[in-house]
């Protein structure tokens, strides 16, 4: 169980509902992050009290400073800061919940610091992939999954071991356009994207979640997190989100974590594990949940899923080109400077004409975030 906790990207969506469970399980806060939401990172300052903050600008940390005189609390800045907090000696776990490529770098960090990895970041395993693993095995560090998907696996797998899996079921929500065609799919707005039916979360997952790249990229997380191959991984809609997803063995049994859609429960069995704990959570009430379906998802009008799947089975680095082709996609698509169709479209362009490489080593990694991204941007200057 955590007892010292360092959250990474503490102003998000799941930052701040972490800090909200470390509340209720009463952990020690040591440290936390944010991008440029300073207003945010000083009321959590004040009311947590770390050792050290980190912001990305120095201006920021500066002005942060300022506000902060008279405290104990050390503020920082940039990749330094970030470092800082990813291994700061009194952590015995670090969460991270920074959104994007740019939560790799200080998961690696973590995880060479020796540190229990609650990691929501999923970007790290899309893009990371075989290299976390490795480097986890290296440091013995166990990575526990905070994705509600991954969650449930895990917690459908107490108990059992890896090599009895059949296959596993991650479910999805199918997002704003269940069920549109792509027909209606090209006059849909970031504002209709930006609707999720069941969660509530930051910008880019939530657009991720709409082109269900969002269930491609946990279908790669599970992949490597779990160490089972792509053809014994399904995704399944269930529009309901009760059914968070599901392990089937060989003797034919499913076992699956149900419970209704709330970030707070996964977030928590990550800090209590391998304990459970008591929460104030809203329990189902099957009378109320009347029926729980399920349907194939569309590939065909959203290309993302397969995309996400062709990835995984190549391997190497073409993972690592999805995930920036897609980020640099969202922001594109979130400034209104493309279309949604334009997204899953780009990503497989840049996945064929993008370096592949076998066996990416960190390096690698970086330089085909570059290009990734930077051939996405030209793609759309022509
Ligand atoms: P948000 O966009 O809400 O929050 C992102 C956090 O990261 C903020 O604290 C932000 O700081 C910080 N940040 C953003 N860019 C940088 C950067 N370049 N360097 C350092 N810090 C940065 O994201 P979410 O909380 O929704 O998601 C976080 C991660 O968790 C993602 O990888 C997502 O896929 C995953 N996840 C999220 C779920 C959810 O329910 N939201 C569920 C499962 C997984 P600032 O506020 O200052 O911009």
Redesign the pocket.
């Known amino acids: 169980m955590t007892k010292a906790i360092s959250i990474l ?7 701040v509902q972490a800090l909200s469970v470390c509340q209720s399980l009463e952990l020690n806060v040591v440290a936390l ?5 300073i207003d945010l990172i000083e009321k959590q300052a004040r009311e947590f009290c770390p050792e050290i903050i980190s912001v ?1 600008k120095e201006t920021d940390a500066i002005e942060l400073s300022k506000r902060l005189a008279g405290t104990r609390i050390d503020v920082l800045y940039g990749s330094d800061g ?1 470092n800082a907090a990813a291994t700061i000696s009194s952590a015995d776990t670090v969460l991270t ?4 490529i ?2 790799l770098w200080p998961t690696l960090a973590a995880i060479a610091a020796s540190k229990k990895i609650a990691l ?4 790290t395993l899309v893009a990371g992939g075989r290299l976390v693993i490795d480097e986890a095995q290296k440091y013995s560090v166990d990575i526990i999954p ?3 998907e991954h969650s449930a696996i895990f917690q459908s797998l107490q108990g059992n071991s890896i090599s009895e899996i059949e296959r596993i079921i991650i479910t999805a929500s199918g997002g704003p356009f269940r069920g549109f065609s792509k027909k209606q799919l090209t006059k849909v707005t970031v504002e209709d994207a930006l609707i999720n039916p069941n ?1 509530v ?5 939530t657009i991720d979640s709409a082109t269900l790249m969002n269930k491609g990229f946990e279908v790669i997380e599970a992949a490597y997190l779990f160490g089972i191959p792509a053809g014994k991984i399904e995704c399944i809609v269930h529009p309901q989100s009760i059914i968070h997803s599901m392990v089937e063995y060989c003797d034919s049994s499913i076992i699956a974590q149900m419970g209704l859609p709330n ?1 707070m429960l996964p977030i928590q069995y990550a800090l209590t594990y391998p304990k459970r704990s008591i929460n104030k959570l809203e329990r189902a009430n099957f009378e109320k949940i009347s029926s729980l379906t399920f349907e194939k998802p569309d590939t065909d009008v959203f290309p993302c899923l397969r995309l996400a799947y062709d990835a995984l089975k190549e391997g190497g680095n073409a993972t690592a080109i999805i995930n920036s082709a897609n980020e640099a996609a969202v922001e594109l698509f979130l400034n209104n400077q493309i279309t949604f169709v334009d997204i899953p479209f780009v990503i497989e362009k840049a996945l064929n004409k993008c370096t592949h490489i076998t066996n990416p080593q960190f390096e690698d990694i970086i330089l085909t975030d570059i290009e990734s991204r930077e051939f996405v941007r030209k793609e759309f200057k022509k």
């Open positions: 990207g503490s102003t998000g969506s799941v930052g992050t944010a991008n440029k939401n990305s970030l919940a920074i959104v994007g740019a939560g929501a970041n999923k970007e905070v994705d509600s969660w979360m930051g910008n880019k997952i970030m």
